[in-house]
């Protein structure tokens, strides 16, 4: 049995390195590596930049010890070999030349303070902690939702509101106001059970956006019924729960094209 942990790990807020001068570390990781600097107190002694998928904080005015304990940070780049051209043409401390470790290539950097920086470059071009798990996610949200349409065309609103959270809120056009929670939604789900028949819909180009824990789908929608075609815009925000996906917000609108 796995033990019970009341208290979770929500994601990582940031790296820290401890430097002693901010200023001149600032500026390696600002100009040598080019990253975007976000915050910066000369007060607070604390610095910190944007890697992408995780950032990187500096804590100044540390006595930096001759040898550094501790792990690394590992950032992605496109071409390995170029990074490298470029750090020494800057003055930066390249450690030799990048190792092939077949599934990557990576090479060691040293900061002002002897801090180490990975560049790393993956063999599949992916980069980031989560890319396989953000694209499994992406194909569960869209196959819940595709399921639920499955549903839907068949006259049956129990899909949605099956993977509908308890605090989902509504929209469509039909509606001179939104509509807020799960109750209501069944109430008004309820109202038009039975009465789509779809001969045939389309998916169109889906789109997922991670967020942590939550997540946006947005997709075109064309519904077919007896000789008449409905297209539709979706916008469907989805949260992550303990029992998986669940919908808090719901935008229908209809398309409409510009003359």
């Known amino acids: 049995m796995h033990p019970e942990h009341n208290m979770k790990i929500r994601g990582t807020d940031f790296v820290m ?8 570390a600032a500026r390696f990781y600002r100009e040598t590596l080019g990253l975007r600097q976000e915050i910066y107190s000369e007060e607070w002694q604390w610095a910190e930049f944007n890697c992408g998928n995780v950032t990187l904080a500096l804590k100044g005015g540390v006595n930096v010890p ?25 003055g930066a ?5 990048p190792i092939d470790y077949s599934v990557c290539r990576a090479v060691e950097v040293l900061d002002p303070d002897r801090n180490t920086v990975i560049l790393h470059q993956r063999a599949d071009g992916s980069c980031g902690q989560n890319s396989a798990t953000d694209d499994r996610d992406a194909a ?10 499955d549903r839907w065309g068949k006259g049956d609103p129990a899909g949605f509101l099956e993977i509908s959270s308890p605090d989902v809120v509504y929209f469509d056009p039909t509606l001179e106001r939104r509509m807020d929670g799960l109750a209501a939604l069944t109430r008004f789900y309820d109202g038009l059970r039975g009465q789509v028949h779809l001969i045939r819909y389309e998916l169109l ?32 925000v ?16 209809l398309t409409k094209t510009v003359q």
């Open 93 to 97: 401390r390249v450690l030799g030349e």
């Open 140 to 149: 569960t949200i869209i196959a819940l939702e595709r399921a639920a349409l």
């Open 205 to 236: 180009d889906p789109k997922v956006q991670l967020c942590g824990d939550a997540a946006v789908l947005t997709y075109n929608f064309t519904g077919e019924t007896d000789g008449k075609t409905d297209r539709w815009n979706c916008t469907e």
């Open 66 to 90: 001759e040898v550094i304990p501790g792990g690394r940070i590992a950032l992605a780049v496109e071409d390995i070999q170029s990074a490298c051209a470029e750090l020494k043409s800057k």
């Open 238 to 253: 989805y949260r992550r729960a303990p029992h998986g996906w669940r919908i808090i917000q719901t935008h229908w609108s």
């Open 17 to 24: 390195y401890q430097v002693s001068n901010l200023a001149n």
